[in-house]
Nanobody, 124 residues
């Protein structure tokens, strides 16, 4: 059973940067596609970024394109989300999710394995 664990969230000022990590101890994690999602209080969980299991294909939401970068290091069994030029509207709990087969990578319901989330707060 793959259990992703997120880390790296904290409070930062607007314009700052953070790097989130999503790690799993199960080696099967390297064979799974991974998505990052976020959820602000009172709002639905929204897609942020996606990377295929090979790391060769990446997608971003319109609001994060050009500011966020998703990557993966298979030697560390970890997927990263580098977030630059953070804005207050980026505030929320960030989750990583994984699955082996996806039809719509932007839909949370497509993913089987979820982490517990890490809080990111961007203050102005």
């Amino acid at each position: 059973h793959v259990q992703p664990v997120e880390s790296g969230g904290r409070a930062v000022p607007a314009g700052g940067s953070l790097r989130l990590s999503c790690a799993a101890s199960d080696p099967a994690f390297t064979t799974l596609h991974v998505g990052w999602f976020r959820q602000a209080p009172g709002l639905v969980r929204e897609f942020v970024a996606f990377v295929t299991w090979k790391g060769s294909v990446k997608y971003y939401s319109d609001s994060t394109k050009g500011r966020f970068t998703i990557s993966r290091d298979k030697t560390k069994n970890t997927v990263f989300l580098q977030m630059n030029n953070l804005k207050p509207e980026d505030t929320g709990v960030y989750f990583c999710a994984a699955d082996s087969a996806l039809n719509d990578y932007w839909r949370p319901s497509e993913y089987t394995y979820w982490g517990q989330g890490t809080q990111v707060t961007v203050f102005s």
